[in-house]
């Protein structure tokens, strides 16, 4: 029986992310790509709102397609300690039965002054800033910041992967988690 995964998104490394997290864990697994709109700010600060954004934007998948075994939402935020800005990737992943869960992605500094131009509004999103100052065009659907910030190592899919895996943990361990 083929698993059904939709994913609130329709960038190419979420989805192969969330596709290699599932395969991981499932056989005969098929993840599509819905385009959703959370809403929100493009570049979520804070770790509510981002929460908030992976949740409706697997809410929103799950009903894109009526097939769907499960809703997938990964947003990709700004989280702060102290003065410093890290990049994380949150997943909420929900069955067609309501269960739920978060999950969270490696996180890594932002340098200062790219938060700066976002949190000023000079640009709308982490995306924007990269592009303009590398000369890159959507990095964030081909390998993201990521990428480049270590040299071809770990691409965006990879934090996504993560960050779905993480998520995952309550649906293989349900003797466990509920």
């Given at each position: 029986m083929e698993l059904r995964v939709c994913?609130?998104?329709?960038?190419?490394?979420?989805?192969?992310g969330v596709r290699r997290a599932f395969q991981a864990f499932f056989n005969n697994v098929d993840v599509?790509?819905?385009?959703?709109?959370?809403?929100?700010?493009?570049?979520?600060?804070?770790?509510?709102?981002?929460m908030r954004g992976a949740r409706?934007?697997?809410?929103?998948?799950?009903?894109?397609?009526?097939?769907?075994?499960?809703?997938?939402g990964v947003e990709a935020g700004f989280i702060s300690f102290g003065e410093v800005f890290y990049d994380v990737q949150v997943t909420y992943i929900v069955d067609r039965n309501g269960f739920a869960s978060y999950g969270f992605s490696p996180a890594f500094p932002i340098p200062k002054k790219f938060a700066e131009l976002i949190i000023k509004g000079v640009f709308k999103e982490?995306?924007?800033?990269?592009?303009?100052?590398?000369?890159?065009?959507?990095?964030?659907?081909?390998?993201?910041?990521?990428?480049?910030?270590?040299?071809?190592?770990?691409?965006?899919?990879?934090?996504?992967?993560?960050?779905?895996?993480?998520?995952l943990i309550p649906f293989i361990n349900k003797d466990v988690y509920m």
């Amino acid at each position: 029986m083929e698993l059904r995964v939709c994913v609130g998104s329709k960038n190419p490394s979420k989805i192969e992310g969330v596709r290699r997290a599932f395969q991981a864990f499932f056989n005969n697994v098929d993840v599509k790509g819905c385009a959703v709109e959370t809403g929100l700010p493009p570049q979520p600060i804070g770790i509510e709102i981002t929460m908030r954004g992976a949740r409706i934007r697997a809410e929103k998948a799950l009903k894109c397609f009526s097939d769907c075994d499960f809703g997938v939402g990964v947003e990709a935020g700004f989280i702060s300690f102290g003065e410093v800005f890290y990049d994380v990737q949150v997943t909420y992943i929900v069955d067609r039965n309501g269960f739920a869960s978060y999950g969270f992605s490696p996180a890594f500094p932002i340098p200062k002054k790219f938060a700066e131009l976002i949190i000023k509004g000079v640009f709308k999103e982490l995306e924007e800033v990269v592009d303009n100052f590398y000369g890159t065009k959507n990095i964030g659907e081909k390998g993201g910041f990521i990428k480049l910030l270590t040299k071809g190592v770990v691409r965006r899919e990879d934090l996504t992967y993560y960050s779905v895996i993480a998520a995952l943990i309550p649906f293989i361990n349900k003797d466990v988690y509920m």
